[in-house]
């Protein structure tokens, strides 16, 4: 068990430019869960996954935003046509039918 | 909607004394979990303890214990015994269903 893995660790893109993100959750996690974290902020739910059906999708996630978990294992989070106000950490984590979360280490995306 | 509240943006704690990080949060349910995570500067959140609202029995891990009081909504964690590597930044979360509300955080500085 090698913990929430997530790829790459650090993004610098151009505006306007699209962006992917991947997350490899823990072996046999079934809960899949993207957050977005800015400096000095919590971090906040953009959606979940239990299995591959992404059941819950926060108002944040604009129509930009897209993710995926193709047979209930890695997920994807692509951001479409990215603007300044995309910078932050994306923060990935996974569960199996527990109540707490494991954390990956996050993407940093910076847009310029 | 769920909110958590984290009044102290900064703490500090001279090296093997106690601290004690505030947090409460409104919510209209019953049946709920409390968490306190931990964010070193490596980014990656790291689960300290967790308490189920419906136990009675304040959670203890080792040198962390929590000071749960439902009525009044209040949440906080005692550091016993400080270390230098207790420094981080601290969130505390809320989860219903399946999403996880967390506080703005609380920035923790160990002084040797």
């Known amino acids: 068990d090698t913990g929430v893995s997530q790829n790459p660790r650090h993004k610098i893109t151009k505006r306007g430019q699209n962006v992917t993100f991947r997350c490899d959750p823990i072996?046999?996690?079934?809960?899949l869960y993207w957050y977005r974290q800015t400096l000095g902020q919590g971090p906040e739910f953009l959606t979940y996954?239990?299995?591959?059906?992404?059941?819950?999708k926060s108002r944040l996630l604009s129509d930009r935003f897209s993710a995926e978990r193709p047979k209930g294992s890695f997920s994807t989070l692509e951001i479409q046509r990215t603007e300044q106000g995309d910078s932050a950490m994306y923060l990935c984590?996974?569960?199996?039918?527990?109540?707490?979360?494991?954390f990956g280490q996050g993407t940093r995306l910076t847009v310029v | 909607a769920q909110t958590v509240t984290q009044s102290q943006p900064e703490m500090s704690v001279q090296e093997a004394e106690t601290v004690t990080l505030s947090c409460t949060y409104d919510?209209?349910?019953?049946?709920?979990?409390l968490f306190w995570y931990k964010q070193p500067p490596s980014r990656q959140m790291i689960l300290v303890i967790r308490q189920e609202a419906y136990k009675q029995q304040n959670a203890t891990e080792n040198r962390f214990s929590v000071n749960f009081q439902k009525a009044a909504k209040s949440f906080s964690l005692k550091i016993s015994d400080s270390q230098l590597g207790d420094a981080a930044m601290y969130f505390c979360?809320?989860?219903?269903?399946?999403?996880?509300?967390f506080g703005t955080g609380t920035s923790l500085t160990v002084i040797p």
């Open positions: 984590a996974s569960s199996r039918d527990t109540a707490e979360a494991f």
């Open positions: 979360a809320y989860k219903r269903g399946n999403q996880f509300y």
């Open positions: 919510t209209s349910e019953s049946d709920y979990y």
């Open positions: 072996s046999e996690h079934n809960r």
């Open positions: 996954f239990q299995n591959e059906a992404q059941l819950e």
